[in-house]
């Protein structure tokens, strides 16, 4: 008798023991993931893009936030050298990143070309210009491009007017803008006659047109490169958001705004 009272209080008691651990396991909530926040420095000609592949991602991974930094590539350039918050670093063209990781500022294998891109001549949709020699024109007074030293399609459209021997005879008509956007809006508002944008900036306007593309040989291949900065202290965050942007979802997103995508 008193050897079954002791089976039975030992099955009791392990029967409690098991329990008492499913329970726990059941009532024990899964930890959240920690908030992350990047901030991504990128090409001012990637806006619209941009912010439709951060709503996508951020859909994706909930506990992450993404703020862009939007500028002209040198701009945001000399903001990373003087010390600026990013994480990631996207640019219209290489000599920025260029000098970036001369300066160790970039984790140099993780920089890749991202995108390329068109130049194009843009003007109001009632204009009479129809091709890049009309700009020679006396009825057309201004003309806008990015300024070339700091915005590379502003260097980019030195190098095609140069190509075209339209340079030297266009300097007195030509406005300089701090960055690609700045140039369409020139366009768009009637400030200036026409404007040198990159087709993905040309794809969301609306009160202009594309006039025509700059020869691809009269300038340096558009380039957008990509690279996680140095200084990042969310390494695997951003590697997972960089990966995401060669995506083919994130690829559907570029084509859709004009850029084209490099097969990695």
């Not at 794809?203 to 700059?214: D, G, H, L, T, W």
């Not at 490169?225 to 559907?252: G, R, W, Y």
């Amino acid at each position: 008798m008193k050897r079954l009272i002791v089976l039975t209080a030992i099955v009791l008691f392990v029967l409690s023991v098991i329990n008492g651990c499913a329970s726990t396991k059941e009532q024990k909530p899964q930890a959240a993931a920690e908030p992350v926040k990047l901030t991504v420095s990128a090409a001012a000609s990637l806006k619209d893009a941009a912010e439709e592949l951060k709503n996508l991602y951020v859909k994706q991974h909930p506990n992450v936030s993404i703020n862009y930094n939007f500028g002209a590539s040198g701009t945001l350039q000399k903001q990373i050298e003087e010390g600026a918050p990013a994480d990631l670093f996207i640019s219209a063209g290489e000599k920025q990143m260029d000098d970036l990781a001369e300066e160790g500022l970039i984790v140099k294998e993780s920089r890749r070309n991202l995108l390329t891109n068109e130049l194009v001549l843009v003007a109001k949709k009632d204009s009479k210009i129809t091709n890049f020699e009309d700009l020679v024109k006396p009825e057309v007074s201004k003309i806008s491009i990015g300024t070339p030293e700091s915005v590379p399609a502003g260097k980019y459209a030195k190098e095609a007017l140069t190509a075209m021997q339209l340079w030297d005879k266009l300097q007195p008509k030509l406005v300089l803008a701090k960055d690609v956007r700045q140039v369409l809006a020139y366009v768009e508002t009637g400030n200036v006659d026409a404007g040198l944008v990159y087709r993905s900036d040309a794809i969301v306007a609306k009160e202009s047109r594309i006039v025509a593309s700059a020869p691809a040989n009269s300038h340096k291949p558009i380039n957008y490169p990509m690279a996680i900065l140095k200084n990042t202290k969310q390494q695997k965050a951003v590697e997972d958001f960089a990966s995401f942007l060669f995506s083919t979802e994130a690829a559907k997103v570029f084509e859709k705004y004009g850029f084209k995508t490099i097969k990695q």
